[in-house]
């Protein structure tokens, strides 16, 4: 049963400001994840533990924020964009002051993967929000912004972190978060208004779990989702290992920490403006076998300058940022193929697409919490088994596409 918007709607504001709210909750979900990753190596120290444990507060919180994006959706659904939102801000704030004051690792662990769980709600009602307020042109222009956010706050985030960990100390990456998070929550309750129409029957058992089924049984969908999933594996490979190599192994500065992690991620945005240039003139799905190839390029670069004892941190950049630039086009083409071999209830689906995502790098990031021996071998190892397994998937994803396409013209 569908009924009229939500009783907490305020007057409709612009379309300008819509998007600058959302993109400020977007920046926020995506800075809590990973603003202090420079922090890492010194937590082993101050939480008198192992560096297995302090990775397990990212590869945890990265599967709470994945799994949680699965419901998230739903809940906006049966009760309102906008009270999601501001519940989940509530949280926010006061999970990430729970992360300052934890007093052990455990307490810090439980508190990440809570704030996992609450994260999750910007991005998914976010995109939802998006959908609800503007016609498909304006959707791209939008999404094209968002894609800008995604590239530029996990670039500036750790170089932020880095900062405040060397002059405030860790607790101020969190107590900053908790900042934005109120800010956050009070633009949204007086300027964001209402743009759901509430589904009464959106949180109905069987309807969640056929609405999954569906897509789950859809073999170009999944094929393209676990690319996906694997490509942001290898992201979070290097997010959660890298600061232990460049601080630890390298002897780079905390504070210099997060320059290295910006240049990787304007790899990124490079090799996504290049991809969205040529994507026009260039067969999508040559397009995506060049982004696979050097993805695992720069895969065993990395792998050669460790065991041949080349290792610099500008070598091991060079090496990531040429995995990311091939990220570039796999992002550009793999969703959209995934997307459009859904043709009902498409927003189940693009959930489950972010939830395979979050997933698949949390258990890469617990792979590599799991693997620590104290050198770079297993970032190294695990990203190119990563590499290796997106040219199996990129094999299956020509023959689901080719399974799919006779489909359609049977």
Not at 179 to 206: K, N, R, Y
Not at 399 to 406: F, K, Q, V, Y
Request: with cysteine; proline share 3%.
């Amino acid at each position: 049963m569908i009924t009229n918007k939500a009783q907490l709607d305020k007057p409709d504001t612009s379309k300008n400001v819509v998007v600058a709210i959302l993109v400020m909750a977007t920046a926020l979900s995506i800075m809590s994840t990973d603003m202090y990753a420079p922090s890492l190596p010194d937590l082993t120290g101050y939480f008198d533990t192992n560096a297995t444990m302090v990775k397990l507060t990212i590869s945890l919180n990265l599967l709470a924020f994945g799994i949680a994006q699965l419901i998230h959706g739903p809940l906006s659904d049966r009760f309102g964009r906008r009270p999601v939102l501001l519940v989940s801000l509530f949280f926010v704030a006061v999970l990430c002051l729970a992360c300052a004051f934890a007093q052990s690792i455990e307490q810090l662990i439980v508190a990440r993967v809570l704030l996992g769980l609450a994260a999750a709600a910007e991005a998914v009602v976010g995109f939802a929000i998006i959908k609800d307020r503007f016609n498909e042109k304006e959707q791209v222009k939008v999404l094209a912004l968002f894609g800008m956010v995604l590239a530029i706050a996990p670039a500036i985030a750790p170089i932020v972190g880095g900062y405040l960990h060397v002059h405030l100390g860790w607790q101020s990456n969190f107590f900053v978060l908790t900042g934005m998070a109120v800010l956050v929550w009070f633009v949204i309750f007086f300027h964001l208004s209402e743009s759901a129409t509430i589904d009464q029957a959106a949180l109905q058992p069987a309807r969640l779990i056929s609405g999954y089924a569906l897509h789950i049984g859809n073999l170009e969908f999944m094929v393209h989702s676990a690319m996906c999933g694997v490509a942001m594996g290898l992201i979070f490979v290097f997010v959660t290992g890298a600061p232990f190599v460049y601080i630890d192994m390298l002897d780079v500065a905390v504070q210099h920490y997060g320059y290295y992690q910006a240049l990787v991620v304007l790899a990124f945005f490079c090799g996504s403006l290049l991809a969205s240039s040529v994507s026009d003139r260039m067969d999508h799905g040559r397009l995506l076998i060049g982004g696979n190839l050097i993805i695992l390029m720069g895969a065993a670069m990395q792998v050669s300058f460790i065991a041949l004892d080349l290792l610099t941190p500008i070598r091991l950049t060079v090496a990531q940022a040429i995995m990311l630039f091939g990220m570039g086009p796999l992002f550009a083409v793999a969703p959209s193929r995934a997307m459009r071999s859904v043709h009902q209830q498409t927003g189940s689906a693009s959930a489950l697409l972010s939830g395979i995502e979050n997933s698949a790098a949390a258990v890469a990031a617990i792979m590599i919490s799991v693997m620590h021996d104290g050198t770079a071998y297993p970032m190294a190892w695990v990203s190119l088994f990563l590499s290796a397994s997106l040219l199996l998937l990129l094999y299956h994803s020509r023959r689901a596409t080719h399974i799919s396409n006779l489909r359609v013209d049977g």
